[in-house]
């Protein structure tokens, strides 16, 4: 049987991450994956510019991301506001983000093996991870294996038999859009996020309801639905050259409450929780979670924590401490600004009170 000291489930940002912290603190650690990197993922690709500091500590490149320190607000009916972002962000594709993190992990020590884990038991003390072609042993198992995968049946996580009526869509494509910007337009039963990546793309990324996009018959016919109602989504994307061979979809995308361990498993990035799109902070949380979960599973390894019980209440501590404010504001904030005329209402107050915009954008995120 192959052994690991650490397993990490899953190759998204809080999976990297955990990898390359770990490694770099000596640990051994291998990283299951199903899909080989690079490749594109369903994300709004804006990414705050707390964790900078980090990733740049940590060996990855982002020098040509360009720099986003506006947002615009624009609704189907025409209304816009724009204000500066206290914080700021950076443009970068998921493609490139994932890749440059996965090849910081690699060089600090972590190995990746491409296949896709179907079972993860706990035998006390280790635990049995289990591929289709073979299965290894880890006292410790890391699952940042995303939103939603069978992974949660297997463990029969409660929130997989509660469904959702969220879905997300994306797509790159190559048009004009100011490098400086990112764009937040609301329609009706969803809304969307326009920014440039590192490549020159226009990245557009969406949250609909499952309603509203079973009135077309597909992903592309959905895009070309919006592009009609909205004149601010119409005027960047009308003309613009689609870059992929088509969109991407994700549905079921699900909001509410999950455990940041279940059964001696520890959590991290979007298998715990997802921050709404509309904040712009899913992407930096995600990389803050692994960093987080890290350094609690080092100093548990290190004797600092007594217990494999304590271990996991420390984690969940210091994960809401670190998160539950932002992801609550996050879900008030969604909560008005997809109810009819909410954005419009949203607008109005913004323009007549500009520091109120800026308060909720950083009660969504952290600090450098």
Known sequence: MNSSEIIIIGGGLAGLTAARHL?????????????????????????????????????????????????VLS?????????????????????????????????AGAVFVWQSVEAVLWRDPHFQVTTREETWEAPYVIGSWGKRSVLDRVQNRGFFSKSSP??????????????????????EGGYGGLSVTESGAVNFCYLIHKERFRETPNLESCTKSLLKEHPGLREVLEEAEPLFPKALGISNIYFGHKEPNKDHVLMAGDAVRLI????????????????LLAEVLDEYIK??????????QTYR?????????????????????????????????????????RTIIRKTHGTV
């Open 166 to 187: 969220w879905m997300g869509i994306k797509m790159h494509y190559r048009t004009e859009y100011p490098k400086d910007q990112v764009g937040l337009y609301g329609f």
């Open 75 to 107: 609704s189907a009916g025409g209304k816009s506001l724009s204000c500066p972002l206290p914080l700021g962000g950076i443009g970068i594709s998921r493609y490139a983000l994932d890749y440059r993190l996965y090849q910081a992990a690699e060089k």
């Open 276 to 291: 709404h799109p509309l904040c712009g902070n899913g992407m930096a949380m995600a990389i803050e979670s692994g960093r």
């Open 317 to 357: 501590k210091i994960w809401e401490k670190t998160f539950k404010t932002r992801l609550w504001v996050g879900a008030r904030l969604q909560q008005v600004l997809t109810s009819p005329n909410g954005l419009n209402l949203g607008i109005q107050a913004g323009a007549k009170v500009p520091f109120l915009l």
């Open 303 to 312: 004797g600092g924590i007594e217990n494999r019980q304590l271990l996991e």
């Open 23 to 71: 490694a770099a603190m000596g640990r051994g650690v291998t990283v299951f994956e199903k899909q080989q990197l690079p490749h594109h993922k369903v994300c709004g690709e804006y990414l705050s510019k707390e964790v900078l500091p980090y990733l740049k500590q940590s060996g990855v490149d982002l020098e040509d991301a360009p720099h986003i320190d506006r947002l």
